[in-house]
């Protein structure tokens, strides 16, 4: 959960700080450069999508910690966890590198590059076009399906323990500690699950869309073109998908609330311990 926040943190400053509150007031600063927007575009892409399967990781985890027990004490270990952060942000770094080469500048002023603008090549080359949609299973398509798919059986193991435990119990009147934590891992799981597919469902229209018949990517800034606000629209959503997993731990887990509220207190109890010096 504390890589997943610190995944969707790193998609707020590339996405939105870096690349749209940099580029719109400060609009020829070094992000405004072919090598920045273009360095700017992989940030995105790599945070985003380490976002994305962090939460399909932690989904997987709390499948096999609920469901499968006997594999529990070896793949829910803070050390397994590590490995795994490890190798998700490692591999989809690099699975999004190829995207510093697909841009080219707009125009240049005084040698310098200015702007991004997609090459043609994006567009006709049977790699980049393989590339492009291998992109688009690896994410969102296949997430969507991973985490839908493991959401549902962990759901379903938890409601018929309930029932089990119920009619052992008789449930209701003593007040069962377990029975309240397992409904409260429902409904984080349902709220991950229908967060991302509510917030994603948009971009895999929209993708499915030009696929069809064969349109691009519009890359001009017309604000009032339909096409360009549904697909700024859509980006927008993506990133608010990513933004949004860090409401939910918020106010489904009481530990994770317990540790933000640190980490809010620190920096003024440092201030005040220097003060007093």
């Known amino acids: 959960m504390l890589a997943i926040a610190v995944a969707d943190f790193l998609v707020i400053i590339s996405g939105c700080i870096l690349n749209w509150i940099g580029r719109i007031y400060f609009s020829y600063s070094v992000l405004s450069t072919t090598p920045g927007c273009s360095l700017s575009a ?20 709390r ?42 500048p707009m125009y240049i002023l005084d040698a310098v590059p200015w702007f991004c603008d997609i090459k043609s090549i994006f567009h006709t080359s049977p790699s980049w076009q393989v590339y492009r949609y291998l992109n688009n299973i690896l994410v969102p398509l296949l997430p969507l399906f991973l985490i839908v798919l493991f959401n549902a059986l962990t759901i379903s193991h938890i ?18 500690l377990e029975m309240v934590n397992r409904k ?40 009032n073109e339909p096409k360009y606000i549904l697909q700024e629209t859509t980006n927008m959503l993506t990133l608010l998908s990513s933004c ?16 933000l509220e640190k980490m809010l207190k620190r920096p003024f109890q440092m201030l005040t311990a220097s003060t007093k010096w």
């Open 42 to 61: 992989v940030l995105i892409y790599a945070t985003r999508d380490c976002s994305v399967w962090l939460t399909v990781a932690f989904t997987f985890d």
């Open 63 to 104: 499948f096999v910690a609920i469901c499968c027990q006997n594999f529990k004490t070896k793949c829910c270990t803070k050390k397994t966890a590590s490995r795994v952060i490890g190798f998700i942000s490692v591999l989809l770094c690099m699975k999004n590198v190829p995207f510093y080469f697909i841009y080219k």
């Open 159 to 176: 409601a018929m323990a309930n029932r089990a435990r119920e009619r052992l119990r008789r449930a209701g009147k003593d007040g069962d």
């Open 184 to 223: 409260r891992c429902i409904f984080l799981l349902f709220a991950i699950s229908l967060s991302f597919l509510l917030l994603w469902v948009t971009y895999i229209v929209h993708f499915l869309h030009r696929m069809v018949p064969g349109e691009e990517y519009v890359g001009k800034r017309n604000f």
């Open 244 to 259: 949004n997993n860090i409401f939910i731990f918020v106010v489904s887990q009481k530990m994770f609330r317990e540790e």
